[in-house]
């Protein structure tokens, strides 16, 4: 025991040399590390392998969506890691994932306090998903060698890249990649493992407090929870217990843009507030101190939403930007399109935020609207969009939210 | 009559807005001799320079897959060494017609993906027009054709006398001269009045634009593009397959030269292929009384040209062993351009009361 208090010492020591503005304030009885190193019986007790395989496998599904070589039922399989029959499927390159019995749908709308009882949406959402790979199908793979144009699938430049959009001018594997942020990962983190209803559930707090550990494993059920919550963010990091040194590259999905946010000089900070939220709640898990993990729980709801927020807003101004100056020159909208595509799924991923309190700020009606108004000022979809459209989409948002339009804009 | 309202209209509406820009709005510049001498002494005269290259790398061409040899082989490499080098005079002007067919991107991407070449040219099934073929075209594909495709003179030679590859090499050519006509005759048709009336200092001005244009082409695709992305600047290591033209090989050197030189011209004003300068950047600068800490910013950007290019006047005629050889040669010269940057993009750009109107690219 007393090597522990010398190990956490350490780390106390360490952290009075850094900079106080951003440090928490002083707790009792918390042994709060520098790092998300948590050990009992001298092995680690953090485990979120199960948050590295999903990200893993949403990783190539995302990649395989932009390969024309890919089919409808591939993309199923992957996403389902079974066959359409329920059969056993090798969709992967990395043999570990096919080898996992994880899928990326089971999670999708899964989570505890906005589905458990409410499977239709849960469904929808799910199957919202699967409708994207049958477009890619029928509408982007046949097109690869068209010039888009309204009401005709095909490529676009954007800068040096090309971009494949449907003939509403949307990316579908952006749609997939930006939507997969909201629906897996944001649902899964705020809605499900940092829920206090799941992290409590059955004796899980009074296992917690005395330390009664899972089944062979080498933490309690409440600190497994937290950590898999954890791992949704930062279980493909670099070193994954300073996530924070490689942020924004360790993945195409919360990890990336926690780094894009926080790279944007009014909202830096952002990573450092959520890192220390994760690491301050797991050590009050630790020392049985409900009320201090619970106020990381409202701090994490914030600043988690705020990163889906300000994407959100940020695709939707960058996108009106990036409309060409001459609206029938159709070869010039590449660049909006991504945005406006990316915004499409930050906007999706909406309906997963929650604030401090804990309330749900997008209803599924609301964030159907927005998408529909984002869609409807023509029978084109994006090519007829207006800039007054985005903008009121934009407002809409932020006045939900403690930024403003022109902070999430650049 | 029209003029004079709007000169009264501007210092009214800027003087609600921030006050941190310098208020340089109102200056009686003239905005429109500058205009006039861009287009009608520098842009169309260095476009129809352009065009004539391609008009003699045309008749190379024909005259190469009519007569295939040595002799006529080499022809068609000089035609195409001289096109390249005047298109470095042309790619900056990417507004107007070039801005819409997005002119640079068909021309002069590179590395250009050979892989991609081949297969089109054995199978025959391509379409120059789509975005995802601007690695398959322009003088970086040519480059691959006349240079790259096989290891001697002879198997090159011999190889673009077969059909297939022909009738490729033929459409790239005409496909460059076809898009450069384009550009021209819109220079030639409204554009030109649009251009030289478009006046004020909105976003969508000409000089605010032309201006931007000019600062993407310096930054991106001469800074970074022909010397900091193959030195290594913007990666873990140097990328030496990534300079212009790497088939050629000796030729990396005298294109960043031409683009240069062509940005200092610019800069200075000087009608195409003369000495004699018009109104420009460096006299409203001047008009303007720009000073950069003791001299007047107009110099130092000047100074700063000199200073960059003697920096590449001193590197290898082929950048790739210079980069393979001494890289830090090919990092000093990144410096000194990239100083430019500072005093243009932050400083004359401040002082003309000209907004940035491009960004980074998000990059995903």
């Not at chain 1, 890619?136 to 095909?154: K, T």
């Not at chain 1, 990316?171 to 930006?178: A, F, P």
């Not at chain 1, 991504?338 to 609301?366: K, W």
Request: with cysteine; aromatic share 10%.
């Amino acid at each position: 025991m007393a090597k522990y208090l010398l190990f956490f010492g350490f780390f106390i020591a360490l952290q009075s040399c850094s900079d106080d503005s951003d440090k928490p304030e002083p707790q009792p009885n918390i042994s709060n590390p520098q790092f998300y190193i948590f050990e009992r019986n001298g092995e680690s007790s953090v485990d979120f392998s199960g948050q590295t395989t999903r990200i893993l496998m949403a990783e190539e599904l995302v990649s395989a969506s932009k390969n024309f070589n890919s089919s409808e039922s591939g993309l199923l399989e992957m996403y389902r890691n079974e066959s359409v029959s329920g059969g056993d499927v090798d969709p992967f390159q990395d043999a570990d994932l096919n080898a996992s019995t994880k899928s990326i749908r089971s999670k999708v709308a899964a989570s505890n306090d906005l589905f458990s009882s409410n499977s239709s949406e849960s469904l929808e959402i799910k199957d919202f998903m699967e409708s994207l790979f049958f477009q890619l199908e029928v509408e982007i793979y046949p097109n690869e060698n068209q010039i888009a144009a309204p009401g005709q699938a095909g490529q676009l430049a954007d800068g040096s890249s090309t971009r494949y959009v449907s003939p509403a001018g949307l990316e579908y594997d952006q749609l997939l990649n930006k939507s997969l942020i909201g629906a897996l990962m944001v649902d899964q983190v705020l809605n499900n493992y940092l829920s206090p209803e799941v992290l409590d559930q059955n004796s899980n707090r009074e296992d917690n407090s005395n330390k009664v550990l899972s089944d062979g494993k080498n933490h309690t059920q409440m600190e497994h929870f937290w950590d898999e919550a954890y791992g949704y963010l930062y279980g493909t990091s670099a070193n994954s217990a300073n996530p924070n040194a490689s942020i924004g590259e360790d993945d195409n999905f919360l990890n990336k843009y926690i780094g894009r946010v926080d790279s944007d000089e009014d909202f830096v900070g952002i990573a450092h507030r959520i890192f220390e939220a994760f690491k301050l709640g797991r050590a009050a898990i630790l020392a049985n101190d409900y009320k201090l993990r619970d106020e990381q729980i409202a701090i994490l709801r914030s600043e988690i939403s705020n990163v889906i927020a300000i994407r959100a807003v940020h695709y939707m101004q960058q996108g009106k930007k990036a409309l060409p100056a001459d609206r029938n020159n159709y070869s010039a909208y590449g660049s909006a399109f991504h945005d406006l595509s990316e915004g499409y799924g930050f906007l999706y991923s909406l309906r997963f935020t929650r604030n401090a309190d804990g309330e749900v700020l997008f209803s599924r009606e609301e964030v159907d609207n927005l998408i529909s108004k984002l869609l409807s000022d023509g029978s084109n979809g994006f090519w007829d969009v207006k800039t007054e459209t985005l903008d009121e989409i934009s407002e809409s948002i932020s006045s939900k939210f403690n930024f403003t339009l022109a902070q999430a804009a650049e | 009559m029209k003029r004079g309202v709007l000169i009264i209209l501007i210092p009214m509406l800027f003087a609600c807005s921030e006050d941190e820009s310098p208020d340089t709005q109102n200056d009686n510049f003239d905005r429109q001799s500058m205009l006039v001498n861009w287009a009608d002494n520098i842009i169309i005269p260095s476009y129809k320079a352009y065009e004539n290259s391609l008009i003699a790398l045309q008749s190379a061409k024909n005259e190469f897959i009519a007569n295939p040899n040595i002799s006529s082989f080499s022809e068609l490499r000089i035609k195409w060494e001289e096109a390249y080098l005047n298109w470095q005079k042309v790619s900056m002007f990417q507004i107007g017609m070039a801005e819409q067919i997005t002119l640079r991107d068909f021309t002069n991407i590179y590395p250009c993906d050979k892989e991609e070449i081949e297969m089109a040219i054995v199978s025959g099934n391509y379409n120059l027009e789509l975005p995802s073929s601007r690695d398959m075209q322009g003088f970086p594909a040519l480059d691959y054709l006349l240079y790259g495709m096989a290891e001697s003179e002879n198997e090159l030679l011999q190889k673009l006398s077969q059909t297939a590859y022909s009738n490729y090499l033929s459409e790239l050519v005409e496909r460059l001269l076809f898009l450069s006509q384009s550009v021209i005759d819109n220079w030639e048709g409204d554009y030109h009045d649009q251009f030289v009336e478009n006046l004020g200092s909105d976003a969508g001005s000409s000089v605010n634009k032309m201006v931007n244009d000019y600062m993407f082409y310096y930054e991106k695709v001469l800074r970074a593009g022909k010397i900091g992305i193959p030195a290594g600047v913007f990666s873990s290591t140097s990328r030496s397959d990534l300079v212009e033209a790497p088939y050629r090989g000796d030729l990396s050197k005298a294109l960043c030269l031409s683009a240069l030189n062509a940005s200092i011209n610019f800069f200075h004003g000087r009608h195409y292929n003369s000495n004699e300068e018009g109104e420009s950047l460096k006299s409203y600068l001047d008009y303007l009384s720009t000073v950069s800490e003791t001299q007047s910013l107009s110099l130092s950007i000047a100074n700063q040209f000199d200073l960059s290019k003697e920096k590449i006047e001193g590197l290898n005629a082929d950048f790739a062993l210079q980069i393979q050889t001494d890289n830090a040669a090919m990092l000093e010269a990144y410096d000194e351009l990239q100083n430019n940057v500072v005093l243009m993009k932050v400083d004359m750009f401040q002082a003309m009361n000209i907004r940035v109107d491009y960004v980074d690219a998000d990059g995903d």
